[in-house]
């Protein structure tokens, strides 16, 4: 059982900030070969990726959605097992919930079904 608990959300206008953070066990945030990635899902719409962090074993890297390149910067601090999501600039079109995801199968960064492990999700509300 892997638990992540997200935090962070709120209602913001077009322009301003927040910081997602996502909280998990230890040995999520420490293993290597594990990604971790953020996900979001729009109104109406399916779950998409926004930004991973990917481990090849040695390495992180951190691999972005184009349309949050430049605005969003996604981190890991294993002191206090946190990933994070930096978000900066916001638009409306980023409302959303914002999922933390564990541990990817298989596959590409993006796709949510490669994810065995999920939060619960809070909430990013952007007005203009």
């Known amino acids: 059982q892997v638990d992540l608990m997200e935090s962070g959300g709120g209602s913001v206008r077009a322009g301003e900030s927040l910081r997602l953070s996502c909280v998990a066990s230890e040995h999520v945030m420490r293993q290597k070969g594990f990604d971790l990635a953020w996900f979001r899902q729009p109104p109406t719409k399916e779950l998409e990726g926004v930004a991973a962090?990917?481990?090849?074993?040695?390495?992180?890297?951190?691999v972005y959605a184009d349309f949050v390149k430049g605005r969003f910067t996604i981190s890991k601090d294993t002191s206090n097992n946190t990933l994070s999501l930096q978000m900066d600039n916001l638009e409306p079109g980023d409302t959303a919930l914002y999922y933390c995801?564990?541990?990817?199968?298989?596959?590409?960064?993006?796709?949510?079904?490669?994810?065995?492990?999920w939060g619960q999700g809070t909430q990013v509300t952007v007005s203009s």
């Open positions: 995801a564990a541990v990817k199968k298989s596959g590409n960064w993006f796709t949510a079904v490669n994810y065995v492990y």
């Open positions: 962090i990917l481990n090849d074993g040695r390495d992180d890297s951190a």
